[in-house]
């Protein structure tokens, strides 16, 4: 019972967070420029790690199925699947997992320091709210920056995807391009940038609530990190499952 | 639930009034506003867990005083302070700014509240993020400052704490003192009325530490600035309740002793012993206290 509580307390808290975040923003001053630094720092800084990311996965989808398709002699609607299971699943959940590990990490870790240096104290004393200042940028950047960093991530899956079934399985190049875009349906392109600004929500605020309340020093600054990285990890996956059935549901995709 | 509405209507000009009428009517005829207190402790309790850190705190600092806090480490004073900007919120009791009740207060409306507080703190709190000058220039940014005035206003102020070479330095390069030093430069922008101290010379070499009373001493006499230093050294107690500033024929301004001419200094001591006031008073009354404690603290023994 008494964890309970606490999930219901932390769910309260970073509801809160997220909403007074928003609100800040429609006051002033503005922190344009701490918005746009953060969305260079998440997205740029993010786009290396995450094109590796699609495009091995692009690759290894092909290298672990076409021979498969070959067997059954459906190898011609290959890039039909590596482009499905890319924009509707991978895409999203991969680039968001990384996202975590890599910005979210990064954002615990410095609010956590700036917790246990009391610089959040002397901000606040400076007159400056912590929420607007700190919080909304960094989530703004994320949810923002989130789709952009997954469709990088599905069009080098896909281009990944290409260069092994040509490369490797001799396939004609033309065959796999018409396949790929017979994959690819609106319904399926909405749901992959619904999905991403979801999970940009998702980490954002768990780092920022666990950044925000590190206790116990430095130590505790560790502690904070590693959970906001596991947290956010955890949530993406669960909500990706929650996320695929609304989505196919309200845009009425059929599984095929 | 009370005192949310409580502080609600405090801020309204009739509630002002009220609580000016029955002290110091004479006083009040010539300059209403040196009545109302710069900061009122009304019997505050706080605890952190089962520890009591303030017990039952009451004491005023009026206009243009400085009240030094005395008290054993971990005795509750940086909590007092961090009380007054709001950073915590008491258990129980009352905290008043100029006379409004801060204690219902919400973050949003506490910042309006602390855009007059000036607060150096104990450990520094530098943003590490950020540059010397950044630092020191935050709260004019902040205010969208055009940048000559920002300029000016950071140079000035870190010629205050000798600190000008420093100022593209990031605050790892710098060491404690200067770093204090900083923290005191970037309180003391804006020109804040009321400026709260919790031991700025703690580790300095006795010259620095001296300048810092000096600016603490300047700030009391000469811009009538309101302020609470904490603090362990009692040579720091000698110079503020010793001193006064006043500026010469020439413009300079010079300290002089008390006695050497008139002056009440307008300095008094507050002691803290495990979250209660034990003493309030000048500083002859403190080093000719007959209190075990008080004198133990004196002699270290
Ligand atoms: N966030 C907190 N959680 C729990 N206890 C706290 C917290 N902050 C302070 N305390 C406790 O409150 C007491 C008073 O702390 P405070 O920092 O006010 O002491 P202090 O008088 O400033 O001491 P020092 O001279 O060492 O700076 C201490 O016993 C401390 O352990
Ligand atoms: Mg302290």
């Not at chain 2, 102020?157 to 390069?173: C, G, N, R």
Request: proline share 4%.
């Amino acid at each position: 019972m008494n964890s309970f509580k606490k999930f219901i307390f932390q769910l309260q808290e970073i509801t809160n967070l997220i909403i007074s975040a928003f609100l800040g923003v429609f006051k002033k001053p503005h922190y344009l420029v701490d918005l746009i630094r953060q969305m260079d720092i998440i997205g740029v800084g993010s786009l290396p790690i995450v094109l590796l990311t699609g495009f091995f996965t692009g690759g290894v989808l092909i290298l672990q199925t076409y021979p498969t398709f070959q067997y059954y002699s459906i190898q011609s609607t290959v890039g039909r699947t590596v482009a499905t299971s890319l924009i509707r699943e991978l895409g999203p959940v991969l680039t968001a997992l990384m996202v975590s590990g890599r910005i979210g990490s990064a954002i615990s870790a410095e609010l956590g320091s700036m917790v246990v240096s009391q610089q959040i104290d002397a901000m606040r004393a400076l007159g400056t709210d912590p929420m607007r200042k700190l919080v909304a940028p960094r989530l703004l950047a994320l949810i923002f920056m989130l789709p952009f960093l997954t469709v990088a991530a599905d069009i080098f899956g896909i281009i990944g995807g290409g260069l092994v079934a040509t490369g490797i399985f001799n396939m004609d190049y033309n065959a796999y391009i018409t396949s790929v875009r017979s994959g690819i349906s609106t319904a399926d392109i909405i749901g992959g940038i619904v999905k991403p600004l979801v999970f940009g929500l998702i980490i954002g605020s768990i780092s920022c609530y666990k950044g925000l309340t590190t206790e116990g020093g430095t130590v505790g600054v560790g502690r904070s990190t590693t959970n906001s990285v596991v947290l956010a990890s955890i949530w993406v996956i669960i909500f990706d499952f929650f996320l695929s059935r609304a989505i196919n549901t309200v845009l009425d995709i059929k599984y095929i | 639930m009370l005192p949310q509405t409580d502080a609600e209507t405090v801020s309204t000009d009739e509630n002002l009034e009220q609580e000016l009428e029955p002290t110091d009517l004479e006083d009040a005829v010539d300059e209403p506003e040196r009545v109302t207190p710069a900061i009122e402790f009304r019997d505050v309790h706080l605890s952190f867990d089962d520890k009591k850190v303030l017990d039952n705190v009451s004491f005023i600092v009026r206009r243009g005083e400085t009240k030094i806090i005395l008290g054993r480490s971990g005795g509750g004073k940086s909590t007092t302070i961090r009380l007054i900007l709001g950073l915590l919120k008491p258990d129980s009791g009352q905290i008043l700014i100029d006379g409004e009740d801060i204690t219902g207060y919400s973050e949003v409306k506490m910042m309006d509240v602390r855009k007059k507080i000036g607060m150096v703190f104990q450990e520094g709190a530098l943003f590490d993020s950020l540059s010397v000058y950044d630092n020191v220039a935050y709260r004019l940014h902040e205010q969208g400052k055009p940048k000559e005035e920002v300029e000016h206003e950071v140079q000035r102020m870190l010629q205050f704490v000798d600190l000008e070479d420093a100022i593209d330095k990031m605050p790892a390069e710098l060491s404690g003192g200067m770093l204090r030093r900083v923290g005191i430069a970037r309180a003391l922008v804006g020109d804040p009325s009321i400026v709260l101290f919790d031991e700025p010379t703690a580790g300095l070499d006795p010259p620095t530490a001296r300048t810092i009373c000096e600016l603490a001493i300047k700030l009391r006499d000469i811009q009538d600035v309101s302020s609470i230093f904490v603090t362990h050294e009692l040579k720091n107690i000698e110079y503020l309740s010793s001193e006064f500033a006043v500026v010469d024929e020439n413009g300079q301004v010079v300290f002089e002793m008390e006695g050497e001419k008139m002056c009440l200094i307008n300095t008094e001591i507050v002691m803290l012993k495990q979250g209660k006031i034990i003493f309030t008073g000048k500083n002859e009354e403190f080093f000719g206290s007959d209190d075990p404690y008080i004198k133990k603290f004196v002699r270290g023994r």
